[in-house]
């Protein structure tokens, strides 16, 4: 007994257990989940893009469709987290366009691009912990509270602005922001991207800080009495959602070369329904970031090859809201099916009614 | 559960007036009340013609009016803890279905129109609304998708083409500017909608209803109420609402693009949150949000007179909403701190009584434990 306790792993007798340790073998729990699924069918309608559609194998494709979704992908990233502790930041677009505002009339006042581009990340940071504090300290639902911030920073960014757009950048910095690695095909965005995901990967997926995570996800208090710190994770998640928004938002005034307070409108909605459709539960405590990677890919290679397709962009509207709500809703009929099937000893017809 | 204004449970010995004075005075919406009212004085202090002109009190109830329609609309759902994100879409499709039934089917009356529009909104709330009660996901989820699905609609349906005022006939846009012993039809439409509303959510069972299950949705199930069929109603009446708001729209502007309506549900439920009901559902009233859909266009319309640039308006929009939910914050704290100051006071006062009670009841209890 002692020693299968000292070394479980290594011993060769058999362990006398009288269940499972998995209710499913394991090729069902790597395969069978909503993440792989999505990435299926991300590869399906790329192999019948690439046949199809004329002119969407080609690398330029690629690039212009890397640079397009850039912005969607690095803030996707912190936003699953936030959506896995249960929280919602709606208010990411705004600060794109905040910070695209501040690196404009920052550089126009005479600072050179990374000092603008620094202030922007550090009103990024004191953005997300404003979100952070009025959500952990105050105690208020996140929803209301980025809707508020949503107004609020949108409306800084309008006002320090108005209608008018600063597009006299430095040849230098708007290069970079589309060139490409090595000459090669693959935007040089792709490598701040690809040590982000990494960073957050490792973060949700192999630290006790993301366990924490899906803890506070899957019940908070809970998570409180386990000893995870549940408001200082909340805050330093928003203060992350921030800082990429921000990091995002200049990025997206010099790629396209231009500082305005609408930049990115409308862009929060686009994020949330890529990562809800990555697999990410909106109740919490569910969700993987390749899936979510996925996801953002799905519907940039879908809208990219729909507009090569001649199919006009509003057609990428409906699949996106049609993908959203069937995701959620397939994986609610999948449950339903899955209980139905799982009741035990329901022979006779007394009370089959489900739910 | 939560109740829409908070009665004080220990007030002992006032009459019924002093008690509608206690409930006005401690009520949600007073305070949103004064807010506008305030805006509104400041503005007129610094133009009289903000107030005093007709076309100033003209714009001042006509301007809302649609928003009014939404906000009432959102409330209802908010109420029952959802959300309607899709309130946008269905006003920019109902605005362009109200354009092509005019361009279309030449001379039809106004009246099939607008019945029309309401219904086709009631039929895409009822999507929201069954998907969110029967298969039991997110509104969140599900309306953000109605929301690109449905705005994909209209830029199918519409393309690059858009309605003009002289496409449509002349007695429609006269309701979007006509007005009834000086008052604008548009805002009569609106507190017509919104007196019969709060009437319903106030004094009929059914209406309490929505109350209890955005309180504490698994309590009302097992309670017996019709959960599914009630948040179902919340969403169609939203979506109808949302219909009229585009056919108002359509009479008010006159110019109907795909786009129209875009970034309008975000509008509505910051005026529902800026009204005072809780974004988790189970507290305030129709008229709060009301009040706040008046209040941020109000806000809109008061900022260049008073000398702010009005690119700051969703800068102090912005920092409203966030006031707001932070008053509701601090009251509802310091209600439940005297509510539980005056819990322990009655224990105390209690005390002795109960303990000899207990004891009593625990005898009979071994007692009867004993017979068995």
């Known amino acids: 007994m002692t020693d299968t306790l000292t070394s479980p792993a290594n011993s060769t007798e058999p362990v006398a257990r009288t269940y499972r340790s998995h209710a499913r073998p394991a090729w069902q729990r790597l395969l069978l989940t909503r993440e792989v699924a999505i990435i299926a069918l991300l590869v399906i309608v790329c192999v019948v893009a690439a046949s199809t559609v004329r002119g969407f194998g080609t690398p330029i494709t690629l690039r212009y469709l890397l640079l397009d979704v850039a912005p969607i992908l690095l803030i996707a990233l912190p936003m699953t987290l936030v959506i896995v502790t249960g929280q919602i930041d709606l208010s990411v677009a705004s600060m794109v366009g905040l910070s695209s505002v501040l690196v404009g009339t920052l550089h126009a006042g005479g600072l050179p691009i990374p000092a603008a581009g620094l202030v922007a990340l550090v009103v990024g940071v004191l953005g997300g912990a404003l979100n952070g504090f009025l959500v952990t300290v105050v105690g208020l639902p996140s929803l209301a509270v980025t809707i508020g911030t949503l107004a609020l920073y949108r409306g800084i960014a309008v006002g320090l602005l ?171 009929f999948l449950a339903w099916l899955h209980r139905v099937r799982a009741r035990p000893g329901r022979r006779g017809g007394v009370g089959t009614a489900a739910g | 559960m939560t109740v829409a204004t908070p009665t004080r449970p220990g007030s002992r010995g006032q009459g019924a007036v002093g008690r509608g004075i206690r409930a006005v005075t401690r009520a949600r919406e007073t305070g949103i009340l004064l807010a506008l009212v305030l805006v ?247 008229w709060g949000a009301a009040i706040g859909a008046v209040l941020l266009l109000t806000i809109n319309r008061a900022l260049p007179v008073i000398g702010v640039a009005d690119f700051w308006q969703r800068a102090v929009v912005g920092a409203l909403i966030i006031g707001a939910i932070v008053l509701d914050r601090v009251l509802s704290l310091r209600q439940s701190r005297r509510l539980a100051a005056e819990r322990d006071a009655q224990t105390t006062d209690a005390g002795t009584a109960e303990s000899s009670s207990a004891t009593a009841t625990r005898t009979t209890s071994t007692g009867e434990r004993t017979d068995d």
């Not at chain 2, 029309?116 to 999507?127: H, M, N, P, Q």
């Open chain 2, 40 to 286: 509104v004085v400041v503005a007129t202090a610094r133009n009289p013609s903000f107030l005093f002109s007709p076309d100033g009190f003209r714009d001042l109830l006509l301007t809302p009016s649609i928003l009014v329609l939404a906000a009432v609309g959102q409330a209802l759902v908010i109420i029952t803890r959802n959300v309607d994100l899709s309130v946008g879409s269905v006003l920019g499709l109902s605005a362009y279905l109200a354009g092509r039934l005019f361009i279309d089917l030449e001379g039809i009356p106004p009246i099939l129109v607008a019945v029309a529009c309401v219904l086709f909104g009631a039929v895409l709330g009822l999507i929201n609304g069954a998907l969110i009660a029967i298969a039991k996901v997110p509104a969140l989820v599900i309306t953000l998708g109605t929301l690109y699905a449905y705005r994909g609609i209209n830029v199918a349906w519409a393309g690059s083409s858009r309605i003009n005022a002289s496409d449509l006939p002349r007695e429609f846009l006269a309701l979007g500017t006509g007005q009834v012993l000086g008052i604008p039809i548009l805002a009569i439409l609106a507190l017509v909608v919104l007196v019969a509303a709060a009437w319903y959510l106030r004094n009929t069972r059914s209406g309490r209803e929505f109350y209890a299950i955005g309180s504490d949705p698994a309590a009302a199930e097992l309670y017996g109420l019709r959960v599914t069929r009630r948040v179902i109603i919340a969403f169609v009446a939203s979506g109808a609402l949302a219909g009229l708001a585009g056919l108002l729209y359509a009479a008010r502007y006159g110019t109907i693009s795909s786009s129209a309506g875009t970034g309008f549900e975000l509008q509505a439920v910051g005026a529902a949150v800026i009204g005072g009901v809780a974004i988790f559902g189970g507290s305030g009233t129709v």
């Open chain 1, 162 to 332: 108005g209608t008018t757009a600063i597009t006299d950048f430095p040849d230098f910095w708007t290069d970079l922001a589309q060139s490409r690695i090595a000459g090669g095909n693959v935007p040089t965005i792709t490598i701040p991207f690809l040590v982000l995901a990494v960073v957050f990967v490792v973060l949700l997926h192999f630290t006790p800080f993301g366990r924490g995570i899906v803890a506070i996800g899957l019940g908070s208090e809970a998570a409180t009495f386990s000893g995870i710190h549940v408001n200082r994770t909340k805050f330093i998640l928003f203060m992350l959602t921030g800082v990429v928004s921000a990091f995002a938002g200049i990025y997206y005034t010099l790629r396209f070369g231009s500082a305005r307070g609408d930049n990115a409108t409308g862009l929060e909605l686009q994020v949330i329904a890529a990562v809800l459709l990555g697999g990410v539960s909106i109740f919490g405590g569910r969700g993987a970031l390749h899936g979510v990677i996925a996801g953002v890919l799905l519907i940039g290679v879908l809208g990219s090859a729909l507009r090569l397709a001649n199919v006009t962009s509003d057609v990428i509207n409906i699949i996106t809201g049609v993908l959203l709500v069937l995701s959620v809703v397939s994986s609610s």
